[in-house]
């Protein structure tokens, strides 16, 4: 009996040398989450009660079990570096097969998915448009795509203009005039200049000019690439004694106005100037504000990960398109998943199965763009596990050796 005894715990010392070698094994891999042996004891089966003689029968391994704690986070240069702080795991899609990791090490295939190493897909939530808001991300998740193309273009709808125009500005007695659709130069107070664009995002250079009228009164005029699109149409801005536009006396009653931006638009769609905010003060003229919601094509020159997981896709030209929202998977009983390999785990009934949310969302972690969650294994504790493993190791072969010496000498015995 002592010789089963004594193989158990070599059996139980050799289980306790391996999953601690494991773990000093992948004390540098990403995403790595420890495990620990865990073991009890035997005892023979007793009949008719309590038997307070019996000896026990050696040890046995009673689980493997993995410890989930939070690895520490360590940042690099690559913005599809994913570490994730707190709970939940990244949902891949491995050729179908649904598995998932703690290891946040991304980056775009030859198709713009976002893959791992070994090819599998990141999911996420999809936008179906560019212009969609992190809040009306979700449904059911997808394999993340970036689109690799150019941003398209936006053509130009609003003007806001708030400006100053020099209260003691001398009226120009003839008006505002132009010469073959170009404005002449004596025929306006101030102007200033900005770039819309057309639907196709084609830079076209904007006018506006201001003509003072009579006391307290302006028109204003707009002319795209050199020709004057409204001269007989003007906008009329009206102050009252305090330098405000004072919109009871102006024809529309408000600080709007529309114009056609001519054969450089060719759409037959208006553009709107609003000039709310625009003042009649004694001091020199001035923009404050004078900005346009168009923009030209731009090219891809940044990908973003919020800690939301929202995906950002920056443009040349300024813009920025949502792409999708990576998710994260949380399980009820972490410990029952089972280990594939490669930082990968699969559901078992014993995990139950995933609950799939947003980072930040019903208990799953936040992300950490351009950093990796590094091994949780503390590699100190874990090279005096070793020397407690062999030293157990080296215990329970002296109990065999025992066992084998007092044999023989019963063998001796005459």
């Known amino acids: ?39 009890g004891d035997v005892y ?28 520490q986070t360590e940042f690099t240069e690559n913005g599809l570096d ?28 030859r198709e713009g998915f976002i893959v791992n190493s070994q090819g599998q897909n990141l999911q996420g939530y999809i936008a179906e448009d560019g212009d969609a808001e992190p809040a009306d991300l979700g449904g059911t998740p997808g394999n993340l795509r970036l689109d690799t193309g150019e941003g398209a273009p936006r053509r130009t709808e609003e003007i806001d203009a708030q400006l100053n125009l020099r209260s003691d500005a001398e009226v120009i007695a003839g008006g505002f005039e132009t010469d073959n659709g170009a404005a002449v130069p004596d025929s306006y107070n101030f102007s200033t200049s900005l770039t819309v664009y057309n639907g196709q995002g084609e830079a ?23 020709e004057v699109v409204n001269e007989n149409d003007p906008k009329e801005l009206v102050f009252d004694a305090n330098g405000e536009l004072d919109f009871d006396e102006m024809p529309d009653d408000d600080a709007t106005f529309t114009f056609d931006p001519g054969d450089a638009f060719d759409d037959g769609t208006e553009i709107e100037i609003d000039f709310a905010g625009t003042t009649q003060y004694g001091t020199d003229f001035g923009v404050s504000d004078l900005s346009q919601d168009g923009y030209a094509p731009g090219t891809l020159t940044d990908i973003d990960i919020d800690n ?42 014993a995990s139950g199965g995933p609950t799939v949310n947003a980072p930040g969302a019903a208990g ?22 070793l020397i407690t493993a062999q030293r157990n190791f080296q215990a329970n072969s002296q109990t065999i050796s025992t066992a084998d010496t007092v044999t023989q000498t019963i063998i001796n015995i005459r």
């Open 1 to 39: 009996m002592p010789f089963n005894i004594g193989l158990s715990g070599l059996n139980s010392a050799q289980a306790d040398l391996d999953v601690t070698g494991n773990n000093v094994a992948n004390a540098g891999t990403t995403g790595f989450k420890q495990s620990r042996a865990e073991f």
């Open 44 to 71: 023979a089966q007793s009949f008719g009660g309590t038997n307070q003689t019996t000896v026990g029968a050696g040890s046995r391994l009673l689980a493997v079990t993995q410890q989930f704690s939070q690895g």
């Open 82 to 109: 994913l570490a994730i702080d707190g709970e939940g795991f990244f949902q891949l899609d491995d050729r179908g097969n649904t598995v998932y990791s703690r290891a946040g090490e991304f980056q775009v295939d």
């Open 204 to 226: 076209q250079d904007a006018e506006v000019y201001f003509t003072k009228v009579d006391d307290n009164e302006w028109e204003a005029y707009v002319a795209v690439n050199g």
């Open 308 to 349: 939301e997981g929202v995906v950002f896709a920056r443009y040349s030209n300024g813009q920025s398109d949502v792409l999708g929202q990576v998710v994260l998977a949380n399980f009820d009983n972490p410990q029952g998943l089972e280990q594939l390999g490669n930082n990968n785990w699969a559901e078992t009934f």
């Open 364 to 385: 799953t972690g936040l992300l950490q763009a351009g950093a990796l969650e590094a091994s949780n294994v503390d590699i100190a504790q874990e090279l005096v596990n």
